[in-house]
């Protein structure tokens, strides 16, 4: 039982020292950590699962240890930011200051193509407009435009924004939604007389409608059979 214990936590260690040294961009949305523990739980299931001679214990057990592990592990990465750079590592600059860093794009072993195709996912085609490039812990591409190239937002116009309301579906396929007109503070006297100056005599008639984030009555009327 010892025995298998240790086998236990050393291939965790092993697994783990492999997957950081294979690169960040091998390891998808997880932390390190997380996919260490899926990746040998799923193996360990597969094993009891694929023969009646392997005896239950021998992946119960090691599915536990590695639970409990994974859940001390968790904790001690909410204490310790030393562990959790250990464990999760840190986010890594691949441009900054609008240059790259042929560094750490040799140690992550990342290449040009890849970083290009992620800023044009993410909208910016033109490296010349970035400042930051940062390759987050899980994998994940965040980006910091210069500010010329930032997207504008609601804080750079000078006129207060329109008051904004949570948009709701008042009829869904002839339907009407008594809740959603309770929340807009309407009722169906309100809906009638949108409808009626539609020109639309019964519910029945609408597929859709509902009133949208700038508190405008919208509908689309059911297609008749054959159009």
């Given at each position: 039982?010892?025995?298998?214990?240790?086998?236990?936590?050393?291939?965790?260690?092993?697994?783990?020292?492999?997957?950081?040294?294979?690169?960040?961009?091998?390891?998808?949305?997880?932390?390190?950590?997380?996919?260490?523990?899926?990746?040998?739980?799923?193996?360990?299931?597969?094993?009891?699962?694929?023969?009646?001679?392997?005896?239950?214990?021998?992946?119960?057990?090691?599915?536990?240890?590695?639970?409990?592990?994974?859940?001390?592990?968790?904790?001690?990465?909410?204490?310790?930011?030393?562990?959790?750079?250990?464990?999760?590592?840190?986010?890594?600059?691949?441009?900054?200051?609008?240059?790259?860093?042929?560094?750490?794009?040799?140690?992550?072993?990342?290449?040009?193509?890849?970083?290009?195709?992620?800023?044009?996912?993410?909208?910016?085609?033109?490296?010349?407009?970035?400042?930051?490039?940062?390759?987050?812990?899980?994998?994940?591409?965040?980006?910091?435009?210069?500010?010329?190239?930032?997207?504008?937002?609601?804080?750079?116009?000078?006129?207060?924004?329109?008051?904004?309301?949570?948009?709701?579906?008042?009829?869904?396929?002839?339907?009407?939604?008594?809740?959603?007109?309770?929340?807009?503070?309407?009722?169906?006297?309100?809906?009638?007389?949108?409808?009626?100056?539609a020109h639309i005599d019964?519910?029945?008639?609408?597929?859709?409608?509902g009133v949208d984030s700038?508190?405008?009555?919208?509908?689309?009327?059911?297609?008749?059979?054959?159009?």
């Amino acid at each position: 039982m010892s025995l298998l214990l240790i086998r236990t936590v050393i291939l965790y260690f092993l697994t783990l020292i492999a997957l950081k040294a294979m690169g960040k961009r091998q390891l998808g949305q997880l932390q390190p950590f997380d996919f260490v523990v899926l990746l040998i739980i799923s193996e360990t299931a597969s094993l009891a699962m694929q023969s009646n001679t392997v005896p239950l214990v021998n992946s119960v057990l090691p599915i536990a240890v590695l639970a409990v592990m994974q859940v001390l592990f968790s904790l001690i990465n909410l204490k310790s930011e030393k562990m959790r750079d250990f464990f999760c590592g840190k986010p890594t600059a691949l441009i900054q200051n609008g240059k790259f860093q042929e560094k750490e794009l040799r140690r992550l072993r990342v290449d040009l193509n890849d970083i290009l195709e992620q800023c044009r996912i993410q909208g910016y085609f033109d490296v010349k407009e970035l400042d930051l490039v940062l390759m987050e812990t899980n994998g994940q591409i965040s980006i910091l435009p210069k500010t010329g190239s930032r997207p504008l937002t609601v804080n750079d116009v000078p006129l207060p924004p329109p008051r904004e309301i949570v948009p709701y579906a008042v009829i869904l396929d002839g339907h009407v939604n008594r809740r959603a007109l309770s929340r807009l503070g309407y009722d169906e006297n309100w809906l009638h007389k949108q409808l009626s100056q539609a020109h639309i005599d019964h519910p029945r008639q609408i597929f859709i409608a509902g009133v949208d984030s700038g508190g405008q009555f919208y509908y689309q009327r059911k297609q008749k059979e054959g159009e």
